[in-house]
């Protein structure tokens, strides 16, 4: 087998695949597309034919690559089983979970470089997680220079040491994790709707509810005055 074989994570994308295969070789994510000759623009907007070139290099299953990485249909991204608008989805702000990062590093083969053991899960890039469901951890954020857009794998290796802020995930990021994952109790109501569709639902109306007695006073005492 070759050494640049590299098992596929659960969900995990191919920014993240890439940048963990070019760990390997002292490389960039950039650095090592350039270096195999596909396009970075093309593993950006989730090229069919980029992911699969990308699939063989590392020996990994395709579709499950394709699966966890957004592709472009036209306006919106097919991703995860369901259809996104771009504002939905994290393009250039990249978010991690710092006690992830830690676990995968800790849970590595010995031959595995650290570097290339933590990876880039997919409901990262959903716009309205910004908790980590399973360690209760505030995602941390950063947003690189072009050349280094998207590269996740150095974006964790490169982050500063930092406290974690605990909180728990509210009942929207848990939802979106679980269905997005297949994990989790099904919701008749909810699982009608693509899932970003449902983080919008639920934000208008918790900014709605959080507004409304303002308002309400407002309005109250405007009335109040005639």
């Known amino acids: ?19 963990r295969l070019g760990v390997r070789l002292l490389r960039h994510m950039h650095e090592y597309l350039y270096d195999i000759g596909v396009g970075s623009a093309d ?17 990994c299953d395709f579709h499950a690559l394709e699966w966890s990485t957004p592709r472009r249909t036209g306006a919106n991204f097919a991703f995860m089983g369901h259809t996104w608008p771009k504002t939905s989805l ?3 702000t990249l978010r991690w979970c710092p006690a992830c990062v830690a ?3 800790d849970e590595a083969s010995l031959r595995l470089l650290p570097h290339a053991a933590a990876y880039g899960r ?28 998207h590269d996740i794998v150095l974006a964790m290796r490169a982050a ?15 939802y979106l994790a679980d269905r997005l994952t297949g994990t989790g109790d099904c919701n008749p109501f909810l699982d009608q709707l693509e899932p970003w ?28 005055s005639f």
């Open 1 to 19: 087998m070759s050494a640049l074989h590299l098992a596929l994570k659960p969900f995990e994308t191919a920014f993240s695949y890439v940048g």
């Open 43 to 59: 593993v950006v907007a989730g090229d069919e034919a980029a992911l699969q070139q990308i699939a063989k290099i590392g020996g």
């Open 90 to 92: 994290l393009r250039e």
């Open 103 to 105: 676990k995968d590093i």
């Open 122 to 149: 997919a409901i990262w890039l959903c716009r309205s997680i910004r908790t980590c469901p399973e360690h209760g951890i505030v995602l941390l954020e950063a947003r690189p220079a072009l050349a280094r857009a």
């Open 160 to 174: 500063p040491k930092a406290e974690p802020v605990r909180r728990d995930a509210s009942p929207l990021e848990t």
């Open 197 to 224: 569709a449902v983080a919008r639902f639920a934000e208008s109306l918790g900014s709605t509810l959080e507004h409304f007695p303002i308002m309400l006073h407002h309005s109250l005492r405007r009335q109040s």
